[in-house]
């Protein structure tokens, strides 16, 4: 099923355009992520549901972007439903199982936990149509922000998360941010194999006696804008800790 996807009106250098919601209209109407509370995206949620309350929103994790827009959905429809998965209870919010179904619009999801990116990140899995409702686990265009454990990140958890995407073998991945992805299961192996890639890189360097970060920053991601060099220094902090995890440093 082609979902209802709108923008959630909040363009920018990490959001892209601008964080995709996702509407499930039916029987229990749903959104798979809330926004930020952004007027025109609750215009366009409210002319879909034609007069119809939202029940229910799904968060795929508690990242501002895909969550912050909780109270203005909760304004407008306030019996709303809020869901996420949480390690201890939330004022305002229900929490989310492992395995666990979910309603929306007229059929179930599966939750689908998958740590790495954020700890509390979770995918929305349509096993009929094979439909991944991925969040920030993947894009069409970009690789992934995957901090250390100290921004909430865990690369050998988020590395396990993609293995478990995969096994999944979904059909199209509909992500928060940019287009939908057609070979999901080509892009999940592609995220793998470019994450091996860094890490063997970044092992060289501290085979090499190079183990100062920004050093290896530097050698690592030479032909890389140094714009970026801020989020490569936290890809390479969530390497190293992983290289430490696995005892290989
Ligand atoms: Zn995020």
Known sequence: MTPISLNA??????TGPGNNTYLFDGAEPTLIDAGVGNTDHLDAIASRLNG??????????????????????????????????????????QGLDDGGGVRAGDTWLTV???????VDHVCFWEPEARDLYC?????????????????????????????RLIDLRPAIAWPGHG?????????LQE?????????SQVKACFDAGLTDIDRIVARVYAETPRSLWPAARLTVEALLEKLSEDGQL
């Open 9 to 14: 009106g909040n363009p920018g250098t990490w």
């Open 52 to 93: 119809r309350a939202l029940v229910r929103v799904l968060v795929t994790h508690g990242h501002p972007d895909h969550a912050s827009g909780l109270p203005a959905l909760r304004q407008r429809w306030p019996s709303l439903e809020a869901r996420k998965w949480m390690s201890a209870p939330e004022p305002g919010w």
């Open 112 to 118: 689908v936990h998958t740590p790495g990116h954020a």
């Open 135 to 163: 969040g920030d686990m993947m894009t069409a265009t970009t690789t992934i922000l995957v901090p250390p454990a100290a921004g909430g990140g865990s690369l050998k958890a988020y590395l396990a998360s993609l293995q």
């Open 179 to 187: 287009p939908e992805i057609s070979r999901p299961v080509d892009r």
């Open 191 to 199: 995220y793998l194999r470019h994450r091996a890639e860094r890490e």
